[in-house]
């Protein structure tokens, strides 16, 4: 099984700021996924993350709002651009190992006033 | 696109059995997964399936039908520890994402 971290943990920042989240995987991995999972909601993908391309956004996301990093196989950030209250949210950085499932980070609590 | 349904919430009884079912509509279907998630906690690996039948694992089993576009989670002897959130996702041939569906709350009662 795979060890995924993430930077913060939680933070309450104020509207049309800026925040990027880390997430460090303790193996190397070809593809990692950024998910949003807002209040009493199932969880969406955002966008997949490969090392040495461009991120690949789902429908409703955009690379000025959700810009990704992945300058390596262990890491990889997301940012959320000019926030406001509706990107409050939990988001989780995730990796897939194949029909063992995926695992997921702890994930980061955001809290936009 | 895609699309996969669940309940929204369910109730049962300490050490009862409940079935939580999910439907899904995709293409190039390659596996579905279930998911469990406690509140304020990363959803955890339950099960996949990827073939039609059932696939038992100590407490917890799950069935696919690839036919129906169909899967459901069966949890036996409930524990009030089993109250959490059920997600099931579905991934295809072309890419390795997981879509998740809209997720049942179980809450489970002495």
Redesign the interface.
Known sequence: SAVISQKPSRDICQRGTSLTIQCQVDSQVTMMFWYRQQPGQSLTLIATANQGSEATYESGFVIDKFPISRPNLTFSTLTVSNMSPEDSSIYLCSLRTGPTGGFFGPGTRLTVL | GQNIDQPTEMTATEGAIVQINCTYQTSGFN?L?W?QQHAG?????LS?N?LDGLEEKGRFSSFLSRSKGYSYLLLKELQMKDSA?Y?C?V?NYN?????????TRLQVFP
Do not use: Q, R
């Open positions: 596996g997964f998911y906690e990363a959803p955890t690996f996949y990827v959130s997600l996702a991934t890419t390795d994402k997981l879509i998740f569906g809209t997720g």
